[in-house]
C-alpha cells in the first residue's frame, strides 16, 4: 500500500492524536527559524469545489518547535516529516542542520515560489543548502503555479532532493457577495479542495515523466479514486488536505476504499498502478475491469 | 477523541427567521453549553460550526439562521437524510456560578437555550434584529426580549454572573459593563478540531484557535485594545 499522509498545514497531531496515529507520517505545519503569528483574520472562505485559505505560515519558530513541540510529536508514535520554510536558502540550511540530529523522518522543503523571478535558480539554491545541511530524507514541495514546473523539479533532482511533494495551492481570490469586497484578510490566498484535483495530476504526471523520483502527491484527495489516479500519474504516496477539515476520519476511509478500487482493476496493491498513466501496453483494458455502477 | 457520524434529519422546524434543525443523537454526546458541533451541508465543501440549541431525548437540535450557501442547504433537508456532525467540540459554558445570568443576541441565543436548560430556569435577555426574528424567543420560556433599537446591553443588571452569545459588537459591550462575564465568540472555521488555524483571533495579546481555546472566553481573554476599538 502507498503511504498516506497529511498535507502539511492541514492537521494538528497534538490536537488530533487519533487522527495523526491513522495516517503513516504526520506532516507538521511549516516551521520557520523566527517565531510567526501568522495572517489577521479572516483566514478562510469556501468556494464553489474547495476553499481559500492565508494561514500566512503561523508557527511558534524553530527553537520553540525543536524544544516543546518536537518532543510531544515524537512520543505519539507516528513517523514525523518537518515541513520547514523560509524567506532565503540559509533559513532552510539552518531549519535542516537543526533537525538533522532529531528523530524525524523526513524534511519537507516547502518552496512554493511562484513569485520569484527565477523559480529553477532559487529552488535548486534552496535544495542545495539544505541536502548540505542534513542526511535526512528530503522532499521538496513545489507549487503548482509555476510556468514550467518539471524544470523546477529537475533542478530539486540535480540539487539533492530525494522526492518531491506535488502541489501546494494555487492563488485565488474569494469576494463578498454583499459587498464585494476580499473575504480573506490578504485579499488573495490559497486555493485548496477538488478544484485543485487535475491540477495536481498534471503536475504529478509531468514531474514523474521528468525525474522518476518518489513523489507524494495531494491535491483535493477526498476518495480512493482520487488517490489512485495520482499514483497512477506517478505518486509513489499521497497525502489528505482539505478533506481532514470536513472528515477526520479520513484516512480509514481513503485507505480502504483505495484498495478495493485497485481490486477492482486488477492490481493486488495500488502502488502496482504507479505510472501506469504513462504506460499504455500496462495499463488495465476496460473489457477486463468491473467497475460498478458507483465507484467510492 | 473525535467522534463523527451521519445521523438522519429528524426534522427541520421554521421558527420565525430562524429554522431548528432536529437530528438523531446516535452514538454522540451533547458535551456542555457553549460547546459546538460541525455539521457538513449536503454539496459544500466545508462543515459549519454550531453550538447545541436543545437536546430533546434522542435527538440533537440547532438554530439555523438560512444566509449562506451552507445554511440554506442545512434547512432544505428533509427527514430521512444523513447529515454528518463532529462534536462535541472546544470549550463551552462554566455553570458553577452563582447568579447566571444569559444574554443573546439573534442567531446567538442557541447555546443559552441548552445552558438554561441544565443550569435549570436563569434569568435571560434576548436581543433581535425584528419581531420575525425574536419569535426564536419561545425556545427560552420567560426570557425578557427586546428588539432594536434597544438593546440587551441597557437591561443588563450588575453583580450578575454573565453567560453572552451573540455579535461581536453586542459581545464588546457586555465585556465593558461586565468584565467577569462568559462570553461565546464566532470566527470562521474549517475544521473546528484545531487542524486548519482558521479561526484565529486575539486572546491575552496572541492570535490563538477560537475552536481550541474556546469558543468561550472570559471578558478578560479579549485584549484591552479590541474593547477600546468596539
Redesign the interface.
Known sequence: MPPLLNASGCLDALAAPDVARSLDAFVTKTVTPLRRDGNAPVRIAEIDCGMLNTIGLANPGLDDFVCDTLPRLLELGVPVWVSVGGFRAGDYAESCARLDDEGVEAIELNVSCPNVESPVEATEEIVAAARAATAKPLFTKLSPQLPDVAAVALAAARAGTDGLSLVNTLRGLALDPRTLAPVLSTATGGVSGPVLRPVALAAVHACYAATGLPIVGMGGVETGRHALDLIAAGASACALGTILFRDPDAPARVRAELARTAFRLGLEDPLAARGLAHREAERPLPSETKIPAKVN | ??R?EAPSVVAVEPLGAYSLLRVERATLECGDPGQFF?L?PPG????RAFSLCLAPPGELAFLVDPVG??TRALVELQPGDRL?V?GPLGRGFRLDVPRPLLVGGGIGIAPLVYAAERLGRAPAILGFRTPEHAQAASLLQGAEVVIEPTYVTERLSPGRDVLACGPEPMLHAVACLAPSAQLAWE?????G?????????EIRG??RRLC?EGPVLTAADVVPAELEAA
Do not use: E, I, K
Not at chain 2, 187 to 191: E, F, S, T, V, Y
Not at chain 2, 193 to 201: E, H, L, S, T
Open positions: 477523541m473525535l463523527r460541525m457538513t459544500r465543501t466545508l462543515p450557501l451552507g454528518p463532529l470566527a470562521p472555521m474549517a475544521c478540531y484545531g487542524a486548519c488555524f482558521g479561526c484565529a483571533v496572541r492570535l481550541v
